[in-house]
C-alpha cells in the first residue's frame, strides 16, 4: 500500500564525531529513532572518542552554504536543529542561509565544549551566536553552563536559572530550555516560552555514559517540531527519550560513553 505522506524532515547543521556517540552521528540517529527523516550539513571534522577531541577541521563556509542550498531546495525540511558551529564565519554562513530560506521551527543548541572538556566554539563566535542565530530560533537549549556564557550570569539555582531563561528569551529566541544535569538533585530542565515556565524532571543516573546527551536531546526536540508538535510537546519528547537512552546506555571506550538511540528497537 502506497502513500502520498510526506514523512516529517529534519535537517541537522553540525560538526561530526568519530566516534559516533555526539555531532551529526547523534542527530541523525535520534532522527531515525523517533520516525523522522534525517539530512545534514556538515560545518567540521573533528577526530573525536569518549576521551578527547583530538583535531578539528573546520569547512569552507560556501561548501556548508551549499549544502543547506541542496537539502532545502529539493528534499524540503520541516524543522532544523544547529549544533557545532566553532567559528564566527561559520555561525553567520549559517544564520544568513536560515534567514533567507524563512526557516521557522528551528532548535539551537549552543554547542560550546565537548564532555571531554574540549572546546567546541572560539570565543570570537558566542557573540554571532547571540546576535545572529538565537533571534532566528523556536528554542534554544544550553545547558547550564553554556546558559551561563550567554548570560553572564552564575547559575546555582532554580531562580538562577529563570533569570538565564528570560534574558535568552530577551534576545530574540521564541523560547528556551535550561537543561539542569550540571545541578544537584534531580535532573530539571526549565522551559520558558516568554510567558510560561513548565519544569521536566527526571531521576538523576549514576552513569559516565552521557556522551551526546546535548546533541541528543535538541535533536530530539527538532524531530518533535518536525512532526508538527508544539514548542512543549517537543521538549517533552526530549525529555523522554533523553532519559531512556540514558538508562538504557552501556559502557563503550574508555571515558564518557554514548547513549543508546535506539534502545526501543535493540537492547545492549
Known amino acids: 500500500m502506497t502513500?502520498?505522506?510526506?514523512?516529517?524532515?529534519?535537517?541537522?547543521?553540525?560538526?561530526?564525531?568519530?566516534?559516533?556517540?555526539?555531532?551529526?552521528q547523534a542527530d541523525l540517529k535520534t532522527?531515525?529513532?523517533?520516525?523522522?527523516?534525517?539530512?545534514?550539513?556538515?560545518?567540521?571534522?573533528?577526530?573525536?572518542?569518549?576521551?578527547?577531541?583530538?583535531?578539528?577541521?573546520?569547512?569552507?563556509?560556501?561548501?556548508?552554504?551549499?549544502?543547506?542550498?541542496?537539502?532545502?531546495?529539493?528534499?524540503?525540511?520541516d524543522?532544523?536543529?544547529?549544533?557545532?558551529?566553532?567559528?564566527?564565519?561559520?555561525?553567520?554562513?549559517?544564520?544568513?542561509?536560515?534567514?533567507?530560506?524563512?526557516?521557522?521551527?528551528?532548535?539551537?543548541?549552543?554547542?560550546?565544549?565537548?564532555?571531554?572538556?574540549d572546546p567546541l566554539l572560539r570565543q570570537d563566535a558566542v557573540d554571532s551566536l547571540k546576535s545572529l542565530l538565537v533571534p532566528l530560533a523556536a528554542l534554544v537549549t544550553p545547558n547550564v553552563p553554556e546558559a551561563e556564557t550567554l548570560t553572564g550570569l552564575k547559575i546555582q539555582t532554580g531562580e538562577d536559572m529563570r533569570e538565564a531563561a528570560r534574558q535568552i528569551v530577551a534576545l530574540g529566541a521564541r523560547a528556551v530550555v535550561v537543561k539542569g544535569g550540571h545541578l544537584s538533585g534531580p535532573a530539571t530542565d526549565l522551559l520558558y516560552d516568554g510567558n510560561e515556565f513548565t519544569e521536566f524532571t527526571s531521576e538523576r543516573f549514576d552513569t559516565v555514559n552521557t556522551h551526546g546527551t546535548g546533541c541528543t536531546f535538541a535533536s530530539a526536540a527538532a524531530a518533535g517540531l518536525a512532526q508538527g508538535k508544539?514548542?512543549?510537546?517537543?521538549?517533552?519528547?526530549?525529555?523522554?527519550?533523553?532519559?531512556?537512552?540514558?538508562?538504557?546506555?552501556?559502557?563503550?571506550?574508555?571515558?564518557?560513553?554514548?547513549?543508546?538511540?535506539?534502545?526501543?528497537?535493540?537492547?545492549?
Open 31 to 77: 532522527f531515525s529513532a523517533l520516525g523522522v527523516y534525517g539530512a545534514s550539513t556538515l560545518t567540521a571534522i573533528t577526530a573525536q572518542n569518549t576521551v578527547a577531541v583530538t583535531a578539528v577541521h573546520e569547512l569552507p563556509t560556501e561548501i556548508i552554504a551549499a549544502q543547506i542550498e541542496a537539502v532545502i531546495t529539493d528534499i524540503g525540511v
Open 3 to 24: 502513500s502520498n505522506r510526506k514523512a516529517p524532515i529534519a535537517m541537522t547543521i553540525a560538526g561530526s564525531d568519530s566516534g559516533g556517540g555526539a555531532g551529526i
Open 230 to 268: 508544539s514548542i512543549e510537546d517537543s521538549v517533552a519528547q526530549a525529555k523522554a527519550y533523553v532519559t531512556e537512552a540514558i538508562r538504557n546506555s552501556y559502557p563503550l571506550g574508555q571515558g564518557h560513553g554514548p547513549v543508546h538511540h535506539f534502545y526501543q528497537f535493540w537492547s545492549a
Open 79 to 117: 524543522a532544523i536543529k544547529t549544533g557545532m558551529l566553532s567559528s564566527s564565519a561559520i555561525v553567520e554562513t549559517v544564520a544568513r542561509e536560515l534567514r533567507r530560506h524563512g526557516i521557522a521551527n528551528l532548535v539551537v543548541d549552543p554547542v560550546m565544549v565537548a564532555k571531554s572538556g
